[in-house]
């Protein structure tokens, strides 16, 4: 049972400092590059800085967590083959609730929708696996969420829960829905990491794996519903 009375004690004021400075850039960082993006006009340079800008983004929750005295490869721990099968359960769940029965409910305006070939979107995976999700992830479920942890030790419920929060207002460019999406998505990412459902590096995997399947998806769904309507 939630034991409302303890109090929540904040006393690590250069932490509290660190995580203001970082997250006030990763916001504004995430504001400010994929807008600097539309004035790139050579398609090869602007798929290489899709990934760059994911690496820059990450950077001041990278300064924050080494500066707070913890290790990155703490992170990198393979762990049990069952953190991963958890993690990926959840993830087609996801997949199933916010990607594929949308989509049939909406087949009728997707008929009409143009569809770029695969072989000028492929990087789009690359960027996903390697960029989008390693980085999302080390922000959220690593600085922010071990951050919180420690602050709210006397209610531990409520690090998982604004580390997710947090992770879906940084998807305000998405407008509301997406950013109500995000923020389910992420807590559930922080509470099964919070209570070792699943590690760090299987919730990184499962959500580089997610974003893939959505992009597969919605490409060969298209492609099949306009090839056969």
Known sequence: MIDWNKEITLDDEKGIKRFIVAMGLTAWLVYLLPNLLDYVWNIKLWR???????????????WAYKKSGRKIKDLLTIGSWKYYARAMAVALFFLVAFTVIPFLSKMDEMKNVFVLPLSMTWYVIIIYIFFTAPTEEFIYRGYMLETFKGWFDKKPFLAPLFAGIVFGLMHFGG??????????????????????VCNFMSIVVAHGLYNTMIFLFNYFARVLLIRYS
């Open 48 to 62: 290489v800085l899709q990934g760059v800008i994911r690496i820059i983004i990450v950077l001041p929750a990278v």
């Open 175 to 196: 407008g509301l829905y997406s950013m109500v999406l995000t923020t389910v998505i992420g807590c559930t990412w922080s509470f099964l990491r919070y209570y070792n």
